[in-house]
């Protein structure tokens, strides 16, 4: 079974699923809708995630790229953070992070649809917090992300 989500009109999450998590009543903002910073938060959490694993260690979020919200989250419904690292450079990685939900607590039960997506920019970091260089020697999770970079820009040229 596949971890990536479907929506009815065909488009596929990208990426790997960094996060899963339930929309709570307490992330709520005033119209009963979730809170867009939670869902920004969230997006954040799970791009760090990868970010850390492929530079074996602490990384700090330094950008991120313009959000649209493209349909509100209910309490309840399942949201799911999936990254794809789009570049790697001395000591930063850049990872697009995509929401995706699927509805489990109200109508139409089983959508499942994305929410918003953004580029992080993260930063790896020493223990003063300043930048240090990303291990290159015996880095299994940096070959990763490069061959998926790789992939993702070969997907992107036949899309053109």
Known sequence: M?????????????????????AMPSD???NGDIFGGWIMSQMD????ILA????????????VESMNFIKPISVGDVVCCYGQCLKIGRSSIQIKVEVWVKKVASEPIGE???VTDAVFTFVAVDNNGKSRAIPREGNEELEKALASIQEYENSQTKNI
């Not at 850390?52 to 700090?60: L, N, Q, S, T």
């Open 2 to 22: 596949s971890s990536n989500f479907i929506d009815k009109h065909g488009r596929q999450s990208k990426g790997v699923l960094l996060l899963r998590t339930l």
């Open 28 to 30: 709520t903002n005033a």
């Open 45 to 48: 959490m799970g791009g760090a």
């Open 52 to 63: 850390k694993e492929i530079a074996h260690g602490r990384v700090v979020t330094v950008a």
């Open 112 to 114: 499942r649809y994305c």
